[in-house]
């Protein structure tokens, strides 16, 4: 078999179409890897702005909010307030009735 210039021409068209064809697979990993790149550096950036809104968000929940223990506390001290009110009335009752006993009038001396 003899070599052609048709046969070389041939060969070097098929060449030329593999590597155009790698060199467009090439090019659209690039263009992935860009685009890859491009999202996570986003994502990176919203995960930072999303950290520093939660501790914003934790520090407004701590100054504003209680807890479970602190409101118990109050609910206890509040509870004992309202006891002593409630014996000073009760005791208020008593110094009431005493007051609308009839009391003994005595003879007055002149």
Not at 30 to 58: C, F, N, P, Q, S
Request: net charge positive; proline share 1%.
């Amino acid at each position: 078999m003899t070599l052609t210039w048709e046969i070389v021409a041939a060969f070097l068209v098929a060449g030329g179409a593999v590597a155009g064809g790698f060199w467009r697979i090439y090019a659209l990993i690039e263009t992935a890897k860009k685009d890859a790149v491009t999202r996570a550096e986003a994502a990176i950036a919203l995960v930072g702005v999303t950290r520093d809104e939660l501790a914003a968000h934790k520090l407004h929940v701590a100054e504003t909010y209680t807890t479970k223990a602190g409101l118990a506390e109050q609910t206890a001290q509040i509870m004992k307030a309202i006891d002593g009110v409630s014996g000073k009335i009760d005791h208020l009752n008593g110094r009431i009735d005493g007051l609308m006993k009839p009391t003994a009038s005595r003879a007055r001396s002149q």
